[in-house]
């Protein structure tokens, strides 16, 4: 096998994978770019783990085709594709040493004897873990096991990277480290990624840009900021981060007359009659506003740096509102107003 | 010896059990080996030629028995681990069935389908593939034949065993890695159930090593193995200084064979 030509650009087109009646992808098209990191974001069962093994070559598609840096590789064979993946749980194989499992896809390659030492070493001080190349992975604490899982997919220069929900045993700090220290690495050797997590923070923490997905299917493709504030409907808005989503139709120009009862103003232009969904993330209510809600406080917890707070609002509607944390918190049963400009909601 | 007060009682019945029919007769029966105070049994047994082909045979066959069951049992248990629950299942009754099964019952069978007119020379004769039958009873292939046969099962068993507790995952990331399937069985597969391949391996030779009714009957006197050898000196010579002599051969060679894979069935990692 040829050594690698390094990261290139990865396009999915029209993939389609059933297991008997149960659609896991449905005709999923995505484009990541040479170098960008894109998170496939999606609650477990979304079809996100079974678009990276058609990827990876580990699941053949019933149709369509999987593109890398403009080459079709829809059937080669994993050992064909010059892939690097981070398995769930690792995948070390425990027989071998650090160097070993480091050595391994470079000894696949051919690659000669010096030339894997020096890239071995490269690639271990690349992740903090020169000096444990004669453990073994079962020596090795997750995190460290993580390194080594991180320094075998990127020795050979793969064309791409997949990361398949890499940091879910590791605690939370950890967790935290890693995910820094994936995105540096990253971005300093220019490696196209795909990431995969039901982990919307982790989501946000990472990515260029995200793909959310749903049943199969691809909901929405954006920048990690278009995604929070602009999401394209209802599962996205709801999957990530907080939110308040009301549904109602456009009355007059800017008005949006709820389902519920009551109507708020908002700043978009779509035509009066449409069926909008309305979006309130609850960090955006403040004590007045030119959208006014006023309930009973039927839930508050202090959270250190805000309150939040769950207000029961007419028509039996429930709204969730974070605030700074300032003065004394609304006792529950007590009555509240929050409000909530304009600019501030997003209409879908 | 028994650190938890509680544990001994409960097993006292097959303690006892044990001393009565396990060790005190193997003690007595070293007993009758150097009866009159002398070695002169042992001697007879390691020193004459006739005897020492007798273990040579014992052992070689043991050897090839244990080689062909791994050369067929570790493409089966492979296969029954890695298949879908369904196909498994038909491999294990496949293999399970014969090893509840009589011995005897089996190696009639064998002797059925090899003999002079057996099914197998008739086919081969019939069909015009050989002139004359080919000798499979009554000899060393027959013996071998009707020995990996009965003792498959335990070889498939903890190679199925070993291939099932290697993470699917780990050959996969192989495989992303650059490696083809050859290689993936030398560099993965291999090294992470060698030690169901050593397991199956000693209890394949072990069980070679003392077996009986199946060399005795296929052999049919032409292929002696030690328990073969020992059976006649019981009944036959009546010798049973003699014959308790080469069982000592025995226990101690097998006792020998389990303690060397004992040391060998902990591989160390590679590299």
Redesign the interface.
């Given at each position: 096998m040829s050594e690698s030509k390094g990261s290139a650009e990865l396009l999915i087109e029209g993939v389609g994978k059933r297991f008997g009646d149960v659609v896991a992808l449905d005709r999923v098209s995505l484009r990541v770019a040479k170098g960008e990191l894109l998170t496939i974001l999606g609650p477990s069962g979304s079809g996100k783990t079974t678009l990276l093994k058609v990827v990876a070559g580990f699941e053949t598609p019933d149709g369509g085709s999987v593109k890398v840096g403009g080459a079709e590789i829809t059937s080669l064979p994993p050992a064909k594709r010059d892939i690097g993946m981070v398995f769930q749980n690792y995948a070390l194989f425990p027989h071998l040493t650090v160097k070993a499992n480091v050595a391994f896809p470079l000894e696949m390659r051919n690659v000669g004897r010096a030339e894997i030492e020096k890239r071995v070493s490269e690639a271990l001080a690349m992740v903090e873990l020169a000096g444990y190349e004669a453990r073994l992975p079962r020596q090795l604490s997750g995190g460290q096991q993580q390194r080594v899982a991180l320094a075998r997919a990127i020795v050979f220069n793969p064309r791409l990277l997949l990361l398949d929900e890499p940091f879910g045993a590791l605690d939370r700090k950890l967790r935290e480290t890693m995910q820094l220290e994936v995105r540096r690495l990253q971005r300093r050797l220019g490696l196209t990624t795909i990431f995969i997590t039901h982990d919307q923070e982790e989501a946000l923490v990472l990515s260029d840009r995200i793909a959310v997905m749903n049943k199969g299917a691809i909901q929405q493709v954006a920048t990690t900021t278009e995604i929070y504030e602009h999401p394209a409907n209802d599962f996205v808005a709801d999957f990530v981060g907080e939110s308040n989503i009301f549904h109602g139709t456009v009355s007059a120009p800017g008005t949006v007359a709820l389902d519920g009862g009551g109507s708020v103003k908002v700043t978009s232009d779509k035509p009066v009659g449409t069926k909008v969904g309305v979006l309130m993330r609850p960090e955006r209510f403040g004590a007045t506003g030119a959208n006014l809600f006023a309930g009973e406080v039927i839930e508050s917890v202090y959270l250190g740096t805000s309150f939040k707070l769950r207000l029961a609002l007419e028509g039996s509607r429930e709204l969730l509102v974070r605030q700074p944390a300032r003065g004394t918190l609304p006792a529950a049963g007590s009555r509240a107003t929050v409000g909530i400009e304009p600019d501030a909601i997003h209409v879908f | 010896m028994f650190s938890s007060r509680n544990g001994f009682w409960p097993a006292l019945p097959a303690l006892v059990l044990l001393f009565a029919f396990f060790l005190f007769p193997v003690v007595r029966m070293l007993g009758f080996s150097v009866e009159g105070g002398t070695f002169d049994w042992y001697a007879k047994a390691l020193g004459q030629g006739l005897y020492i082909r007798v273990l040579w045979n014992t052992f070689e066959i043991a050897l090839l028995v244990t080689l062909f069951c791994l050369l067929l049992g570790y493409p089966l248990g492979f296969l029954m681990a890695t298949t879908t629950p369904g196909w498994a299942t038909l491999g294990f009754i496949f293999v399970l069935l014969p090893l509840w099964t009589s011995v005897l019952v089996r190696t009639y069978a064998w002797m059925v389908l090899l003999g002079r007119n057996g099914v197998f020379n008739r086919l081969l004769v019939e069909y015009g593939i050989t002139s004359d039958p080919i000798p499979m009873l009554h000899n060393f292939t027959g013996v071998l034949i009707g020995m990996v046969h009965v003792l498959l099962p335990y070889m498939v068993l903890p190679i199925y065993g070993a291939v099932r507790k290697v993470?699917p995952?780990?050959p996969?990331?192989?495989?992303?890695?650059?490696?083809?399937s050859w290689?993936i069985f030398w560099?993965?597969w291999l090294?992470?159930t060698l030690n169901g391949v050593f397991a199956g391996c000693v209890l394949v030779f072990i069980l070679s090593l003392g077996f009986y009714i199946t060399p005795a009957l296929l052999g049919g006197g032409r292929v002696i193995m030690i328990a073969v050898l020992i059976e006649q000196q019981v009944r036959e010579a009546l010798n049973w200084p003699f014959a308790a002599a080469l069982s000592a051969v025995l226990l101690v060679a097998t006792f020998l064979v389990y303690t060397i894979a004992q040391r060998f069935s902990q591989?160390e990692?590679?590299?």
């Open positions: - | 993470d995952a780990i996969a990331a192989a495989a992303g890695l650059g490696a083809s290689r560099r993965i090294p992470l591989p990692p590679a590299r």
